[in-house]
């Protein structure tokens, strides 16, 4: 396995924009036998959007973070943005890649998919076996979603939304039955706990230390223990969901600028311009212009 040396960063790779219909939150590629995104992907990396890969039939191993894949026919391979992943070559793949990305689950209309257990992960497991049956359903859905995707229109986002929930939902009982699971580590329930106060008082409190004063715990341990379970630190995911509830209201409301900053917690709008731009190198306005265009 390949392996960079300290002077290299690990390349982040985006997803790309599909040239029919400019959208680069979401894409399936189908294919059969082809060597698909092969080009980058025999170096360590991470992905910045969630990866399903269904495999019909492919040989190889890849690793994903530190745990090596032995490739099967007939399953899912699913990776959340981050993970660091590498394939040891470069082999035909007959099967389907769907991916999209955290823009694409903050939309209204998707956010109950975030809260899915193959979203979740819990048990940080990367691989699910597919049945015949299994494997004809997905297929079905995957065709549907495909269909969908490439043609552009008024009910499209609400038509990949009904498949893919439909999907996922499907592939989420597959999960809860193949990790039955053992009860979570208390550090896992300490990054479960914290996740969940952000998500109630992120528009109130922007620093670690403030939510390490409500879970009655130093500011060092709740750092350590976040960033040792989930690979960031703890506020990467605050300054996330500020991102993701920014974008959120750029997109769906009126709002100034100023008056979205003070929404968000922000006392002053120049600095939340900043950290805006800083978290996504581009500012605000830039990102209202474009997600509007993309999605109008």
């Known amino acids: 396995m390949y392996t960079l040396n300290s002077k290299q960063p690990v390349p982040v790779y985006p997803l790309e924009q599909n040239n029919a219909t400019g959208n680069n939150s979401f894409s399936i590629v189908h294919s059969e036998g082809a060597l698909v995104y092969e080009e980058n992907l025999l170096i360590p990396h991470r992905k910045a959007h969630y990866m399903l ?28 943005p981050h993970q660091i992943l590498v394939k040891e070559a470069a082999t035909p793949f007959w099967g389907t890649y769907l991916t999209f990305t955290n823009e694409f689950l903050a939309l209204q209309q998707n956010a109950a998919l975030r809260e899915l257990p193959l979203i979740q992960n819990p048990h940080n497991g990367h691989e699910l076996l597919l049945t015949a049956a299994d494997m004809s359903f997905a297929e079905e859905l995957l065709t549907r979603i495909e269909v969908e ?17 439909v999907l996922l939902t499907y592939l989420s009982r597959l999960y809860t039955e193949q990790f039955p699971g053992n009860e979570p580590s208390a550090d896992q329930r300490l990054l479960r706990t914290y996740r969940a106060k952000v998500e ?11 939510y390490a004063a409500l879970l009655h715990i130093s500011a060092g341990h709740l750092s350590e223990v976040v960033k040792a379970q989930s690979g960031r630190p703890a506020i990467k995911h605050l300054h996330e969901r500020l991102v993701l509830e920014a974008k959120r209201l750029l997109l769906y409301t009126p709002l100034s600028l100023k ?4 929404d968000l917690g922000f006392s002053d709008a120049s600095y939340f311009n900043r950290f805006f731009k800083r978290e996504t190198g581009i500012t605000p306005a830039e990102f209202r212009t474009t997600i509007r265009k993309m999605y109008q």
């Open 200 to 210: 109630e008082c992120f528009r109130e409190l922007h620093e670690v230390g403030a």
């Open 53 to 80: 890969v269904f495999v019909k039939h492919n040989r190889g191993r890849h690793w994903v973070d530190m745990t090596a894949y032995e490739r099967k026919d007939n399953a899912l391979y699913f990776t959340a």
């Open 149 to 165: 995707h490439n043609r552009p229109g008024e009910w499209q986002h609400r038509m990949l939304t009904a498949y893919l929930t």
């Open 259 to 262: 008056e979205l900053a003070f």
